[in-house]
C-alpha cells in the first residue's frame, strides 16, 4: 500500500456504548492513536445508561473533531451499528466495542487484510484480559477450550476464511448488499450478520495478527447474564437457520440437562434405596465435577500462572458460563 493518505480508504470507526462509563475514555482514545495513514473518524451509538456513559462520550466529542455522536434510542446493540453505520461516510467500516481496547496498528492491519484476502469482513482474535483476580478468571476462562469451545477468534489459529471472526472489519459495499444488521438479533448479530455475508457471495476471514484486548464482566452475575444471553440467542440463530447447529454449540444445553437429570436420577436412587440409580445419576454431575477441575487447574498452570485467588475462582467461573449459556439455550422464553 502506498504511503500517501490519498491512497487508502476513509474508515470509520463504530461503537455502541450502553453502560460503558468505565472504559469508554481508554477504548477511544486507543482509536483515535491509530498509525493509520488515511482519514479515520468514530461514531458512538450510545443508548439509555445506569452511568455517565452519553457525558463522557459527549465530552470526547467536544475535544476532537474525528468523534461524533449518535442516539441509540432503544439501547440495543444492532440498532446502535445499524444507527452508526448510517452517520459513517468511511469505505471501511471497524466495529469497536466500548469495553474493547484495539492496538495501535490495529486499523492499518486491518484494512491491508481486507486488501489482500479479497474478504468483505475480517476479523481477529478476542483477547480476554482481567485487571481483578476475577477478571483474570474469566479471561482465562474465555481463551480456553473448555470454556469456549474452539473457535479461533478465541483460541487462535491459523489465518485463513471462518464462519464468523470478532468485531469485524468491513467493506461498506457489503455491509449494503446485506441491509447492515438485523435488529431482531439483540445478541449473536454478528454471527448472523456474517452468515448473510458468506451467504451472499463474501468471505469472512480471520487473522491471527489482529488482537482486541477485552475487558470481562467484573462480577458472577454480570457473567451469568451476559452467558445466558449468548446462550438464548444462539438457540434462536438455530432455529432460524437449523444448519448451523454444530455439537461445539450444543455441548453446554447437552452439560447442563445431563447434570441436571443425573442428580436427579441421583437423588431419586437415594431416596428409593436404589444404589445402581443413585450410582448412575451421580456420574453425570460428578463427572463434569472432575472435568472442571482438571482443566481449571490445567489452565491455572498455564503460563503466565493465576494468583492462588483467580485459580481458586476459576473452576466456579467455568461452571457459570457453562451453566449460564446451556440453561439460556436450552429456556423456552414466550
Not at 490519498?6 to 498509525?35: C, G
Not at 469497536?96 to 491491508?112: F, K, L, R, T
Not at 461452571?319 to 449460564?324: G, I, L, N, S, Y
Request: charged share 20%; aromatic share 8%.
Amino acid at each position: 500500500m502506498s504511503a500517501n493518505p490519498t491512497t487508502f480508504p476513509r474508515v470509520s470507526v463504530i461503537m455502541p456504548a450502553i453502560n460503558e462509563e468505565r472504559h469508554l475514555q481508554h477504548s477511544i482514545d486507543r482509536i483515535l492513536k491509530q498509525n493509520y495513514p488515511g482519514a479515520l473518524e468514530v461514531i458512538v451509538s450510545v443508548g439509555p445508561s445506569r452511568d455517565r456513559t452519553a457525558a463522557v462520550a459527549a465530552e470526547i466529542a467536544a475535544r476532537d473533531g474525528r468523534v461524533r455522536v449518535v442516539d441509540n434510542p432503544s439501547g440495543k446493540t444492532p440498532s446502535g451499528l445499524n444507527a452508526a453505520i448510517q452517520a459513517a461516510s468511511g469505505e471501511v467500516i471497524v466495529r469497536v466495542d466500548g469495553h474493547a481496547m484495539i492496538p495501535n496498528d490495529y486499523v492499518a492491519v486491518a484494512v491491508e487484510t481486507l486488501r489482500t484476502s479479497g474478504a468483505d469482513n475480517v476479523g481477529g482474535i478476542m483477547n480476554a484480559e482481567g485487571t481483578t483476580d476475577f477478571e483474570h478468571a474469566v479471561a482465562r476462562a474465555m481463551t480456553s477450550r473448555f470454556g469456549v469451545g474452539g473457535a479461533a477468534f478465541h483460541v487462535g489459529g491459523l489465518a485463513g476464511p471462518a464462519l464468523t471472526v470478532y468485531l469485524g472489519c468491513f467493506r461498506r459495499e457489503a455491509l449494503d448488499r446485506v441491509g447492515g444488521y438485523d435488529i431482531t438479533m439483540e445478541r449473536a448479530q454478528d454471527w448472523e450478520m456474517n452468515l448473510r455475508i458468506r451467504q451472499t457471495g463474501g468471505t469472512v476471514w480471520f487473522t491471527p495478527d489482529l488482537k482486541v484486548t477485552y475487558r470481562p464482566r467484573p462480577s458472577l452475575g454480570a457473567l451469568a447474564r451476559q452467558y445466558h444471553d449468548y446462550g438464548h440467542w444462539r438457540r434462536e440463530l438455530a432455529n432460524r437457520h437449523p444448519k448451523t447447529v454444530s455439537l461445539r454449540y450444543l455441548a453446554a444445553p447437552i452439560a447442563v440437562a445431563g447434570v441436571l437429570v443425573g442428580t436427579a436420577l441421583g437423588l431419586l436412587g437415594v431416596i428409593l434405596g436404589v444404589p445402581w440409580l443413585a450410582v448412575l445419576g451421580f456420574a453425570a454431575p460428578v463427572g463434569y465435577l472432575m472435568l472442571d477441575l482438571l482443566a481449571s487447574i490445567v489452565a491455572a498452570l498455564t503460563k503466565p500462572r493465576l494468583t492462588f485467588r483467580a485459580a481458586l475462582v476459576l473452576p466456579v467461573v467455568y461452571a457459570v458460563m457453562h451453566a449460564a449459556w446451556g440453561w439460556g439455550f436450552l429456556r423456552v422464553r414466550k
